[in-house]
């Protein structure tokens, strides 16, 4: 009875450890920044969160100032220019940008990061315009073909189409 008993407890303890790490693997995806030329940039990291998601960046080897970026709508960070990402997360068309817009449906917008003058930028940024997973009627960056956040070369306006202005993607990372 004893040994029976200390199989059940083991049982128990293992499946109640191995749950919270089940249940995180699957509210995180994570990736890693690339520049132009395939080098190492960074890490990002999307947490689901209610009502949206949280993006944790950290970047190096950037050009100092501010730079748009976005969530892509495709998983895939094909250098030199990152095209293969796509365009911004959406689900509905035509997609009007701008944070500033009253009526933008661009989902992959996201405010604008800093970059000092050491090249390199940690933040995190709050979205509710997507979800990590398909729920709440948001589009999920985990779809069939997955997504891409990508860092332009300059500050996102909130404005202009289709990309605020924020020129050529310098950065990119897939997310797992």
């Known amino acids: 009875m004893i040994f029976s008993k200390f199989k059940l407890t083991a049982a128990l303890a293992f499946g109640v ?3 919270p790490a089940i249940a995180i693997a699957a509210d995180i995806a994570n ?3 690339i520049g132009t030329d395939g080098s190492t940039r960074g890490t990002v ?3 689901d969160a209610p009502g949206g998601v949280l993006l944790r960046i950290e970047a190096q080897g950037l050009t100092p100032g501010w730079h748009g970026i ?3 709508e495709k998983g895939n960070c094909g250098v030199p220019k990152f ?4 365009a911004h997360v ?3 068309k035509p997609v009007l940008h701008g944070l500033m817009n009253a009526g933008a449906n661009d989902a992959g917008d996201l405010p604008n990061i800093y970059v000092g003058e050491n090249g390199k930028a940690t933040v995190e940024l709050y979205s509710t315009l997507v979800s990590l997973n398909p729920k709440g009627g948001r589009p999920p960056l985990l779809d069939a073909d997955g997504a891409a956040v990508v860092i332009h070369t300059k500050p996102d306006d909130y404005r202009t189409q289709p ?3 924020s020129g050529d993607r310098v ?5 797992h």
């Open 163 to 165: 990309i605020g202005g």
């Open 83 to 86: 095209t293969d990402a796509g």
């Open 70 to 72: 976005h969530f892509h």
């Open 90 to 92: 959406h689900t509905v």
């Open 31 to 33: 990736g890693n920044l």
């Open 17 to 19: 450890m191995a749950l």
């Open 171 to 175: 950065a990119c990372a897939i997310l």
């Open 45 to 47: 990291q999307v947490t």
